[in-house]
């Protein structure tokens, strides 16, 4: 006989901080494939996880090879850690925790340079299509991810892409950081969605300016001098195949290569800055666990303390319940012999008065 129980697989998905929680789990082995079966709680037994997604709910979803897995989704992520914990609650308890953590936003990585490349002989590309529905999307994307990966580099195209999805789709309520409700490509697209920049990014001030050579205008007095006559073209060099230039140094630098260096430092130190800052809080949670362990140390003292003044109280009272009894048995005898010597003398008494008496 063979048992098989529910199990749990490794996260797949990357959480990135400032865009929804949306990571799949491939359930092994499922005994039963209904989601009442399945529970999200927090690392802590009583809940007090502070990195515990917000909003956190599950659902279950089924690939094309047959697989089932367990999508975690959530709000918008705050923290760098992400902390839970997934139970079955049908047939064999099993429980499984995740920690991951989460990636700064990619508008803080640093983008790759396009070098310029020059060709002898200019190369045609096919007509770009500018509709979403020919591509394939991944499933579990949000408004706001859906905007970003069509306009990367144009933030105001993505705001008017997202004012104009909602307004074309009013019966879904469209959130920027909450799941679509149904899969990108069968959403309503208008058809005046802003154009997408092809390209290399440069920014708005980076084209630069034509300058003109100055001429100064001939002395007064100085003879007029014949020009020199012009000189012959150059021969055309031969039809050569595609070829990657590299500039030295030697001449003056474009302006455009300037403005995308700039952007490009700027970007490393906002990622850098952001790095200094996750290491900063994760220092402070180091801290904040220190303490409290500290108090739970205190805390500990305090009640081994308590426990040895009450043994001690009962130590007390049980040497004064005996010394109470001693005392009891003493007064007992002593009123005993007290009893029997005021007896033996009304005796005595008695005796003397009831003898003879001899009359004359």
Not at 137 to 159: I, M
Not at 295 to 322: I, Y
């Amino acid at each position: 006989m063979s048992s098989q129980a529910t199990g749990f697989g490794a996260a797949q998905g990357e959480a990135v901080i400032g865009t929804p929680l949306s990571v799949e789990i491939e359930l092994i082995n499922p005994e039963r494939d209904s989601l009442e079966c399945f529970e999200i709680k927090p690392l802590g037994e009583e809940g007090d996880s502070s990195f515990f997604p917000r909003r956190a709910r599950l659902d279950l979803r089924k690939s094309a090879d047959g697989k089932t897995y367990l999508v975690v989704m959530g709000g918008t992520i705050r923290e760098p850690v992400v902390e839970f914990r997934l139970r079955t609650s049908c047939g064999t308890q099993i429980e499984r925790r995740y920690t991951l953590l989460a990636s700064p936003p990619r508008e803080l990585l640093p983008a790759t340079v396009a070098l310029p490349v020059t060709s002898s002989s200019p190369i045609t590309s096919p007509p770009r299509t500018d509709t979403v529905k020919s591509a394939s999307l991944p499933h579990g994307l949000t408004l706001d991810q859906l905007a970003r990966q069509r306009y990367p580099l144009q933030p105001k195209a993505r705001a008017k892409f997202k004012r104009l999805m909602k307004s074309a789709n009013p019966d879904l309520a469209l959130a920027d950081d909450e799941v679509l409700p149904v899969d990108p490509s069968s959403l309503n697209y208008p058809e005046n969605l802003p154009k997408r920049r092809t390209g290399p990014y440069r920014p708005a001030n980076s084209k630069k300016k034509a300058t003109l050579p100055q001429t100064s205008p001939p002395a007064k007095n100085q003879a007029a001098v014949p020009a020199p006559p012009p000189a012959a073209p150059p021969a055309p060099a031969a039809p050569q195949s595609d070829r990657l230039v590299i500039a030295s140094g030697a001449g003056e630098k474009p302006q455009a290569a300037t403005a995308q260096e700039a952007e490009l430092a700027g970007k490393a130190e906002s990622s850098f800055a952001a790095q200094e800052e996750l290491t900063a809080r994760l220092a402070q949670a180091e801290l904040a666990y220190k303490g409290l362990q500290e108090r739970l140390q205190l805390m500990e003292d305090r009640m081994r303390g308590l426990e040895m003044e009450k043994e001690r109280l009962r130590q007390a009272q049980e040497a004064l319940s005996q010394s109470a009894l001693v005392e009891l048995v003493i007064a007992v005898i002593a009123g005993g012999a007290l009893g029997a010597l005021l007896m033996s003398l009304w005796l005595r008494r008695r005796m003397a008065n009831s003898g003879p008496r001899i009359g004359f």
